[in-house]
């Protein structure tokens, strides 16, 4: 069964600090990933994509890895601010399927970020 | 910048109402999908269109239907609205054009409320 699952379900820090995000997956066959970044009220956001043979993508502060093997990736967020407080959603799509040249995208519940002062 | 709107941010209506939401994206892009999304569960597909007068049921399709006439354009249907039809709807569209690898955009959110 194609699933992602996200660690920790939520997560408190302090301004400054840094953290990671987990994601581990089972689908398959596996075609990309993504992080996306959903403020309170709004829609997500993406943040960084991650293929099969890209281990690590910055985008700023945010950091992603993937280890295509043991089928886990990572969000590291450096020197956090305030305005990172948001859930953080993985999103990793299968391969193409019929109909489309794009897959299936499978979600994670995501990672409620709090970051305090 | 691809840019997703939904008709309403805040929507309140009465147990057995129709009620449309409607979703407009405006970069050509062939797919478009509609989720929901409830605390602890995250996002659930209900439906997604690949193209014009093409769609196909999710994973949670039961209640709703949609509504493709325009590529442009998006739309979910409630029947007959139920309180466990109370959530935050959220619509998003895809490229299939391979640069982009899959991104979908997604829209700001309607928030459902029915009583």
């Known amino acids: 069964k194609n699933q992602v699952e996200q660690s920790p379900q939520s997560l408190i820090i302090l301004e400054g600090k840094n953290c990671t995000l987990q994601c581990n997956y089972t689908v398959s066959p596996f075609s990309n990933l993504r992080w996306y970044k959903q403020d309170t009220g709004r829609g997500p956001v993406s943040l960084t994509i991650?293929?099969?043979?890209?281990n690590t993508k910055s985008n700023g502060r945010y950091t992603a890895t993937l280890d295509a093997d043991t089928k886990q990736s990572s969000l590291h967020i450096t020197a956090s601010q305030l305005s990172d407080s948001a859930s953080y959603i993985c999103?990793?799509?299968?391969?193409?399927?019929?109909?489309?040249?794009?897959?299936?995208?499978?979600f994670g519940r995501g990672t409620q970020l709090t970051v305090w002062p | 910048d691809v840019k997703v709107t939904q008709s309403s941010r805040y929507l309140v209506k009465r147990t057995g109402e129709k009620v449309f939401l409607e979703c407009v994206q405006d970069?050509?892009?062939?797919?478009m999908f509609w989720y929901r999304q409830d605390p602890g569960l995250g996002l659930r597909l209900i439906y997604f269109?690949?193209?014009?007068?093409?769609?196909e049921k999710g994973d949670i399709p039961e209640g709703y239907s949609v509504s493709r006439e325009k590529k442009e354009r998006f739309s979910l249907i409630l029947e007959s609205a139920s309180t466990n039809q109370t959530s935050m709807y959220l619509c998003a569209s895809r490229s299939l054009r391979v640069t982009r690898k899959g991104e979908q955009f997604f829209g700001p959110g309607t928030r459902l409320t029915v009583l």
């Open positions: 999103v990793v799509i299968a391969s193409a399927d019929r109909g489309s040249t794009l897959g299936r995208l499978y």
């Open positions: 991650m293929t099969f043979s890209e």
């Open positions: 970069m050509d892009h062939e797919n």
């Open positions: 269109s690949y193209d014009v007068k093409m769609k």
